[in-house]
């Protein structure tokens, strides 16, 4: 079981999922255009999609594929 000092010590991150491949990126990766258009581009399988956020800690995201 974990106690309260454990789960304050998790810091949540959210990130954008690809709908297609599942490659996780930073909003801080996307430009102003992309954002307002609502339809952000995979660096990795190249298809676009609509947002699909995505809260992990930041520990398991360091495991995934995470554009830096």
């Given at each position: 079981?974990?106690?309260?000092?454990?789960?304050?010590?998790?810091?949540?991150?959210?990130?954008?999922?690809?709908?297609?491949?599942g490659?996780?990126?930073?909003?801080?990766?996307?430009?102003?255009?992309?954002?307002?258009?609502?339809?952000?581009?995979?660096?990795?399988?190249?298809?676009?999609?609509?947002?699909?956020?995505?809260?992990?800690?930041?520990?398991?995201?360091e495991?995934?594929?995470?554009?830096?």
């Amino acid at each position: 079981m974990v106690n309260d000092q454990e789960r304050s010590n998790r810091e949540l991150t959210h990130y954008h999922a690809c709908v297609h491949c599942g490659s996780l990126f930073r909003k801080e990766d996307f430009d102003a255009k992309t954002i307002a258009t609502g339809l952000y581009p995979c660096a990795k399988c190249g298809l676009d999609g609509p947002l699909n956020i995505v809260i992990q800690r930041l520990e398991d995201s360091e495991d995934e594929s995470v554009s830096a």
